[in-house]
């Protein structure tokens, strides 16, 4: 018997450029009629849509040169996210997440529900703010065995932390990896939509947290109704005897990382600001944090390029997701596509077709799990998708964030959750079917926030 196995995203991202490829051939060609809207963005104009008279076939060629081309065109989105990389593995260094978080555990330790509630909320709000999510590996195992002291299992201890990162990642406010990658293809300032993100970041953790805590509770009272009953927990998952020391240092740079993450929407709202302002502000970060964490020119250095190196997979799924909108962009299909997907939105209303939308990104999310690689996927047809059922730019963004970080907790080829199973010793079998219902959960919650946004006309 043939096992399937999913191919590396890097592959299925070019085979999806063959299809691309290979539809430019099939797909009628047409476009719409543009038009600036009043802040200065384009917008398709519903019903202009026309079928071009001849057909222009791109030869196979193009799927190679449209890759260097699409390196060049989100050239700007890749070295901000090798400086991202480089930046925040200086903050690593220092050890300050690893303090912060080992504070907070030891604070909360004896207390599981509110050690579940404040953990997914902090490990949410660190990814929405800064895009952790590989970060937390470190803490699998101190979680694992806080809960097996608390009489819990190793389940809700991963619960917390795959929550807290899908939670936020789903409503990420000024998520670099996202949102900074998404809102700009959308035709928006990097940080746009961010005081409604951030103003549910906290219903959405206590809905996981809940998930967690009721899931917890039966843990605690019968031992024989664990999902993982019987399973042994990973070497290594003894209770901590002690956890890093949080120092003034740390402090300081938690408060330079803010106050550069302020500066930058400052300057975005105000100044016209984007990425160049942006990764200067975060390399002056990077250069602080190496002073104040006392680390020496040469050991930063070693550091950021390490950082960066941690990204390049990223980069480059990025450069490669773009050469598929320019695929067909170049064959004149990109229209075409968004017409055809217009036809049954646009007869359901915006604010059902809004949830539709998450509803194709949620999908989406299985075959590209990088979410910044799903923005170039994705966004230049959802983008005027939007436009077309009456689904404004911003509401588009967050279809495409609560599809790609929900469905983060759940789909097999996203390699920070199987790295975290993995430790953790979870089958996925069993992580499904605790995971498939808060999932859910957060979908319809986002719905209902996606309707209402379309309803009260956010923009």
Not at 84 to 97: E, H, S
Not at 127 to 133: E, F, H, P, Y
Not at 383 to 398: E, K, N, Q, T, Y
Request: aromatic letters at 10%; charged letters at 10%.
């Amino acid at each position: 018997m043939i096992k399937f196995k999913m191919p590396n995203t890097l592959a299925l991202l070019f085979f999806l450029m063959v299809l691309a490829l290979v539809a430019t051939w099939i797909i009628p060609q047409g476009q719409f009629d543009t038009q600036l809207s009043e802040s200065g963005r384009e917008m398709v104009v519903p019903g202009s849509y026309q079928v071009a008279e001849d057909h222009h076939y791109l030869s196979p060629v193009s799927l190679f040169t449209a890759i260097p081309r699409a390196f060049a065109d989100a050239q700007g989105i890749i070295f901000f996210l090798f400086i991202i990389g480089g930046v925040l593995a200086i903050i690593k260094t220092t050890g300050t997440v690893d303090a912060l978080l080992g504070k907070l555990l030891e604070s909360l330790g004896k207390k599981p529900g509110t050690l579940i509630f404040t953990v997914v909320f902090v490990f949410a709000l660190l990814s929405s703010v800064m895009g952790a999510s590989a970060e937390y590996i470190p803490f699998v195992l101190i979680l694992v065995a806080m809960c097996r002291a608390m009489n819990l299992d190793s389940l809700t201890a991963v619960g917390i932390i795959i929550a807290g990162y899908g939670v936020g990642y789903g409503t990420a406010a000024f998520n670099q990896y996202t949102v900074v990658v998404a809102n700009p293809i959308a035709g928006l300032d990097a940080y746009d939509g961010w005081p409604l993100r951030l103003a549910i970041l906290v219903p959405f953790s206590l809905i996981a947290g809940h998930h967690i805590y009721r899931y917890s509770l039966k843990v605690k009272k019968n031992a024989t109704s664990s999902l993982v009953y019987g399973i042994e927990p990973p070497a290594g998952a003894e209770p901590p005897k002690e956890y890093p020391l949080l120092k003034w240092r740390h402090l300081v740079i938690l408060l330079g990382f803010f106050a550069a993450l302020g500066t930058a929407v400052w300057g975005i709202a105000t100044r016209g600001w984007y990425l160049t302002e942006l990764g200067a502000a975060f390399l002056i970060l990077g250069v602080f944090t190496a002073i104040i964490g006392k680390i020496g020119p040469s050991l930063a250095a070693e550091k950021f390029v390490i950082g960066a190196k941690d990204l390049a997979e990223t980069a480059l799924l990025v450069g490669v997701a773009r050469g598929i909108a320019l695929i067909m962009e170049d064959g004149q299909i990109l229209h075409t596509i968004v017409q055809g997907l217009s036809v049954p939105l646009s007869s359901v209303g915006p604010e059902i077709a809004g949830v539709g939308m998450m509803g194709m990104q949620t999908i989406l999310n299985f075959f590209v799990p990088s979410g910044s690689g799903q923005a170039f996927v994705t966004m230049p047809l959802m983008a005027p998708l939007g436009d077309l059922v009456g689904v404004s730019r911003p509401i588009s963004v967050l279809a495409f964030l609560f599809g790609d970080g929900f469905a983060n907790m759940l789909v097999p080829t996203n390699a920070v959750l199987m790295g975290i199973l993995g430790l953790a010793g979870i089958p996925y079998d069993k992580w499904f079917k605790f995971c498939l219902p808060l999932l859910f959960k957060l979908l319809a919650a986002a719905a209902v926030v996606i309707v209402i946004a379309v309803m009260v006309g956010y923009a």
